[in-house]
């Protein structure tokens, strides 16, 4: 098999250019209605903060929050390289032929009601989309939620309030909810997104088309993907086995059950495949498989924030016995090494920490969550120092005088000496520039309950902006550690 | 096989009752030292308000936070019912002795130091303080956290702040650390615990007896277990089997892999055995098998919240086809069965729903994540009629208009009828006495996010303390779901 099926497109960039990058916007079929789909669209880009002219366009209504409105495509006086369409199905081919008269290079079908009915109209009204598209006008949906793309100003439904900062991880999703699924919670694991596409039914730009784009824009480092089914697999197959060697691309199939394949077919018309053939898909290709949205944003927060990394032995510190056990057993699960430390390293720690209740070995179990800064400290640096580990996981530690007073309803906790905590993790990282990564519990429970949520949160935005991903459970960073640190190991070997 | 070695020990009850439900209590090793485990039990159990008499236990000092302080356990003036102990290991049976004299029942050694350091010394020790136990004086530990039993006023370490509500789940954990972790979260959870026993090394009360305890107390519906290791296995086996059929066990063993075996080895010096063994242990006693912290309370909460219920056909209501694929993959996966609707149903719903970007068969999506109340009502109400579900999950639909207000940044969002909106699971359960679980997503991302946050916990308890159990993703719903499933099928098998 050769690689050129699956190459580098060189035009591509410049071709979806106004996708991401639109000078102007149109958004066709904003109604009276402010609950339908254009009406949100049109407000929600609005709220977002477009800096080009923005054009609501609606044969009925005249103002659409200060903006004036115009009647159809051909009446909006300026250019307009973007126009999202959400009106009713059968009229979406004559505004698209509208949009290829006046010049429109990108079109944003959000409309349903094509092949996903899986009735003959909507078969046949898809196909017609898909015949305008081509020479100079490219069609991306029907059936989906747009395009968020913050360094372009434009947003999808319904995220006016998405963040306005451009980051490095581009998604692709099939399904426009996925997407706001995604889109939302991810700045929740310190993730910014350089554009997330919801391409649904894929009559024109398909799911390869994004990867060749996303693979060439330069603000992308990481690629997410959330797929039902594709229709050119064999396009798929070589571009994705192109892509991953460069950049990781982490794949949530959807419908790999037989249920989940009937949901899927109803939804977007995708024939999901069978599990087998997308098990080999994985298996070459290099794509990082994941089953639910939380391992998909799990996985993507770790290789967001972590330096590359193919050594699989974890060091773990924690603080407590039964802690460590759970640990270790979600170390093995996630397919990563608990690492053996050295007797230098063994015998520093055994006369640092206390006789008895404490552990000297990996997990080294610090006896309690909230051993002194100075012990801390040391733990830490002896595991970096050691040469004995590629990584380092701290599993439920209170970094804060804050976390520790909540955890033990302290009376007299010193508060002194706090940042010197808190950034215990940040100089493992920097000093010996190997993946750390923070366990921090949610502890919704612990009165004053919002207090140390709020608490939580300002550390983990904390070590997410300094380049440590935080999860709730060691479970799920042991699991987003093992994909990570597979990739590497994949993209290693590709790459030889 | 007979039954008759783990038949129920009728005379358990009056013997363990002093641990739980104690009338005056010693704590022997309170230091100078806040930090110390002596010092910070004692204050815990006064701050949790222990009713009955407190006796600090220390050599040095004459008063602890206003109560005054014992030289030795033999110069308390009263009678006591219940001794933690406290004092460095090599003291321990001397202050058991001391004990003994004064008639004392129930005796927690918290110590570490003992057989679990793998040293020649800690087993004698270990073996001495066995030597010491029966004959009216009982002893849970050494190397533990001590018991909360809410409905006896009495708290483990750290624990002044647990809830003061008796429950109807009862937790034995060989780790104080994971006792700890499972009793501050299981608020969340809308559980309340009849007692949780950090048991520690188990030289005297094993797991069994305190299964059969469980069994036995009129309070326990639930049992919860960490365990990693078991002394006396056939009596483990035999009470395990003859309690499932009887309450529900969710198990989890830590140490099932190499790792995490070595772990617990210094951890509680158990032998955690083969996986093979626990697997046919598991099959063959109908113990619930989970593998996290996480599975562990997510179970616990479907067994505590739902009504019994065995048939595996689950309707899902949802609001999005892509969140629609993800369930149907999750339910097949939790080995439940997406349920087929009737033509009766289908045919109502598909005239209810919107003609496209909906679905009328199961998982019926509604088209987006806040259909109307009337319309939301309509959907539920058809699925309990049909006789076609046996439990119905309701997947990240928006239940309240605040959080309509905030998934959708709408400006003119109704606030009327909210409680209609909000109490439509209750009335689905009420009506039809079939299991309902609502997903509510963690919008910590959504601004403003603490709000956000506030509305979640809001709902989320006001379903727990109306029998529907609450979960963050759908995956995890099913999860617990099928776990409860499973558990009522054998259940019925074992008794008939």
């Known amino acids: 098999m050769t690689d050129t099926e699956g190459g580098a497109a060189p035009g591509i960039l410049s071709e979806l250019r106004p996708f991401f990058y639109p000078k102007a916007v149109a958004v066709v079929g904003v109604s009276q209605d402010s609950t339908k789909f254009g009406s949100r669209l049109c407000r929600a880009i609005q709220l977002f903060g477009f800096a080009g002219p923005l054009y609501p366009v609606s044969p009925r209504g005249t103002d659409f929050f200060g903006l004036p409105m115009y009647p159809s495509i051909d009446t909006v006086p300026g250019p307009v390289d973007l126009a999202c369409i959400c009106v009713p199905s059968p009229q979406v081919t004559d505004v698209i032929r ?53 360094g372009g100003g434009v947003t999808q439904l319904p995220g006016a309030t998405y963040p306005q900062e451009q980051g490095g991880l581009a998604l692709l999703s ?38 060749r784009y996303f693979e060439a824009d330069p603000q992308t480092r990481i690629i997410a993907a959330y797929i039902e089914g594709v229709r050119q697999g064999r396009d798929f197959f070589y571009t994705m086995r192109h892509v991953t060697p460069r950049k990781p691309v982490i794949l949530w199939k959807g419908g790999l059950t037989p249920s989940g394949a009937r949901a899927a077919m109803s939804h977007t018309a995708s024939l999901s495949g069978s599990k087998r053939i997308w098990e080999a898909l994985f298996r070459q290709t290099g794509a990082i498989q994941v089953h639910s949205l939380e ?19 974890v060091g773990v510190v ?47 179990d610090a006896g309690g969550p909230y051993p002194p800064a100075a012990l801390l400290r040391d733990i830490l640096m002896t595991l970096g120092a050691s040469g004995d ?17 909540a955890l033990e309803s302290a009376e007299d906790e010193e508060m ?67 994909q990570a640190i597979a990739y590497f190991r994949y993209r290693d070997r590709a790459k030889a």
Chains 1, 2 share one sequence.
């Open 98 to 150: 509208q949009c290829r008269n006046k010049g429109i290079p990108a079109v944003v079908v959000m409309t349903a009601g094509f092949s996903e009915t899986a009735t003959a109209e909507g078969g046949q009204l898809e196909q017609e989309l898909a015949s305008l598209a081509g020479d100079g006008l490219r069609i991306i949906g029907p059936n989906c939620f747009g395009i968020y793309s913050p």
């Open 416 to 482: 002194e000496g706090d940042h010197l905590l808190t950034q215990l993790p940040v100089e493992l990282q920097r000093r010996w520039g190997i993946p750390v990564i923070v366990v921090l519990r949610e502890g919704g429970d612990l009165p004053p309950a919002l207090e140390w949520e709020a608490e939580r949160r300002r550390l983990r935005g904390y070590y997410q902006q300094r380049g440590i991903p935080v999860y709730p459970t060691a479970e799920r960073a042991m699991r987003a550690l093992g």
């Open 318 to 364: 924690c603080g407590g016995g039964g802690i460590s056990v759970a640990s270790s057993d979600a170390c093995h699960r996630a397919g990563l090494a608990l690492a053996s430390l050295g007797p230098e390293a063994h015998q520093h720690l055994a006369s640092i920490l206390a006789p008895s209740g404490t552990s000297a070995a990996n997990p080294v």
């Open 174 to 211: 099939q399904s426009g909810g996925v997407s706001v699924e995604f889109c939302r919670p991810s700045r929740d694991f310190g993730i910014r997104l350089s554009q997330a596409v919801s391409y649904g039914n894929a009559c024109d730009i398909s799911e390869a088309d994004l990867l």
């Open 295 to 313: 391992e998909l944003l799990d996985t993507a927060s770790a290789l967001y924030h972590l330096p590359p990394q193919t050594d699989p032995r």
């Open 389 to 405: 580990v590629g990584s380092i996981i701290i599993d439920r530690i209170a970094l804060s005088a804050r976390m520790r007073q």
